[in-house]
T-cell receptor, first 113, second 110 residues
Framework: DAGVIQSPRHEVTEMGQEVTLRCKPI?????LFWYRQTMMRGLELLIY????????DSGMPEDRFSAKMPNASFSTLKIQPSEPRDSAVYFC???????????FGAGTRLSVL | QQPVQSPQAVILREGEDAVINCSSS?????VHWYRQKHGEAPVFLMI?????EQKGHDKISASFNEKKQQSSLYLTASQLSYSGTYFC???????????FGQGTRLTINP
């Protein structure tokens, strides 16, 4: 299995631009999670989906952030407009109810200038 | 609601033992332990479920004290490859949602 695949690995953009991060979960996994990691705030859960339905988005910092999961094999996290404080590493993870083990993708390092 | 890990950092010589603690102020359903190396993604180590037994593999094991809402990760005879930041993730509802502690940075020197 290829594992959780995220793209791009690195993204550098200017303040005000739209940013879209992509994630392909492990085939057969029915839970998908988006996390943000910074030195100051650590590893924070932003939103998670079960069977493509958003279950808890209480960690989404503000309306500039949105996430979708149109099908079982693809999810996006969008930031519009981006701000310098959004600079972080964004991880996607997936799992199944029976396993409970979250498998993380390699992450996207976002820099907003 | 974020669990508290201690210590924040520890430096050991190869072959020494380490204990990392994770405490919660709320009742726990399960505790997950992950290790993250610099520039990489967190990697799963083990899950401890409420009412479950102590887990372990190789020289890494963990325990879960339900009464104290605490979990401890034990690393014995540490190896250089054990270096990294260890995170505990707490699940309060059995709903797959994890809240991670701030991490414990472990450095193993030769």
């Amino acid at each position: 299995d290829a594992g959780v695949i995220q793209s791009p690995r690195h993204e550098v953009t200017e303040m005000g631009q739209e940013v879209t991060l992509r994630c392909k979960p492990i085939s057969g996994h029915d839970y998908l999670f988006w996390y943000r990691q910074t030195m100051m705030r650590g590893l924070e859960l932003l939103i998670y989906f079960n069977n493509n339905v958003p279950i808890d988005d209480s960690g989404m910092p503000e309306d500039r952030f949105s996430a979708k999961m149109p099908n079982a094999s693809f999810s996006t996290l969008k930031i519009q407009p981006s701000e310098p404080r959004d600079s972080a590493v964004y991880f996607c993870a997936s799992t199944t109810m029976t396993k409970g083990i979250q498998y993380f993708g390699a992450g996207t390092r976002l820099s907003v200038l | 609601q974020q669990p508290v890990q201690s210590p924040q950092a520890v430096i050991l010589r190869e072959g020494e033992d380490a204990v990392i603690n994770c405490s919660s102020s709320k009742a726990l359903y399960s505790v997950h332990w992950y290790r993250q190396k610099h520039g990489e993604a967190p990697v799963f180590l083990m899950i401890l479920l409420k009412g479950g037994e102590q887990k372990g593999h190789d020289k890494i094991s963990a325990s879960f004290n339900e009464k104290k809402q605490q979990s401890s990760l034990y690393l014995t005879a540490s190896q250089l490859s054990y270096s990294g930041t260890y995170f505990c993730g707490t699940d309060y509802q059995g709903a797959q949602k994890l809240v991670f502690g701030q991490g414990t940075r472990l450095t193993i020197n030769p």
